[in-house]
């Protein structure tokens, strides 16, 4: 079985906030940071494209993507 997970954190509109809120929002903690001053990332082994972390950022930088699929293969 493969997932597909359309969600993305824009470059361009993130402002690598001390507080990530979308990350906070994620209750699988998707969203990592290797540093508190690098840009997140959507870990799509974890991520299971609920989409709460989207109303979660103030800027609006993580939004769904139609045109990339980050397909992941699910080990049941």
């Known amino acids: 079985m493969v997932r597909e997970i359309k969600i993305k954190i824009q470059t361009e509109t993130c ?11 994620c209750k699988v903690r998707a969203i990592m940071r290797i540093d508190f001053d690098d840009l997140p990332y959507i870990d ?3 991520c299971y ?9 103030p800027f609006g930088a993580v939004r769904t993507v139609g045109d990339i699929r980050l397909s992941v293969n699910a080990v049941s």
């Open 15 to 25: 402002q690598i906030c001390h507080r990530c809120l979308a990350a906070e929002s």
């Open 44 to 46: 799509v082994e974890r």
């Open 49 to 57: 494209d609920c989409r709460f972390c989207i109303p979660a950022c």
